[in-house]
């Protein structure tokens, strides 16, 4: 079959690629790019666990086409931390035991990130909406909750300087 170039920015880096009409984001990422944190869970929009940040939006690359993300900016769990910093986010999750075997833990990030990016001050029931989409079968969601609503703070604390 007949393949398609398309060009992705992921996590900071441009790439260029020729992909199979039916190739989906998330296998381009997991496989083609190495980017194994964004995991697999249902691979039918159900879990969340495949949440990516493109273009500032949380998005499911397990229901999206490859061709279809051509041209966008893409964030994935690898492009959070800054060199050998965690972002807040993680450093949060870490720090309010909202991780315990860590399957859905990028995902729940990622999904929080896009939050955060596009309201820097989400209150318990808006974070609580922002991970419906994410299925957690060991931690629960009250711990990743106050994760994020801890990294949400800290970020405005260290944006006012
Ligand atoms: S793997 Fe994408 S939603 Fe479950
Ligand atoms: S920490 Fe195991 S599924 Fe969420």
Known sequence: ???????????????????APG????????????LTGTKEGCGEGECGACTINMNGQAVLSCLMLAVQADGATILTIEGLQKGADL???QEAFIGESAVQ???????????SDALIRNNPS????????AL?????????????????????????ERKNG
């Open 101 to 111: 075997c860590g399957y859905c833990t990028p995902g729940m990030i990622m999904a």
């Open 87 to 89: 972002h807040p986010l």
């Open 132 to 156: 419906a989409n994410n299925i957690c079968r060991c931690t629960g969601y009250d711990r990743p909750v106050k994760a994020v609503l801890k990294a949400a703070s800290q970020m405005k």
């Open 1 to 19: 079959m007949k393949k398609i170039d398309i060009k992705l920015t992921v996590n900071g880096e441009q790439h260029e690629m020729a992909v």
């Open 122 to 129: 989400p209150t318990q029931g808006m974070i609580r909406d």
């Open 23 to 34: 190739e989906r984001l998330l296998d381009v990422l997991r496989e083609r790019l190495g």
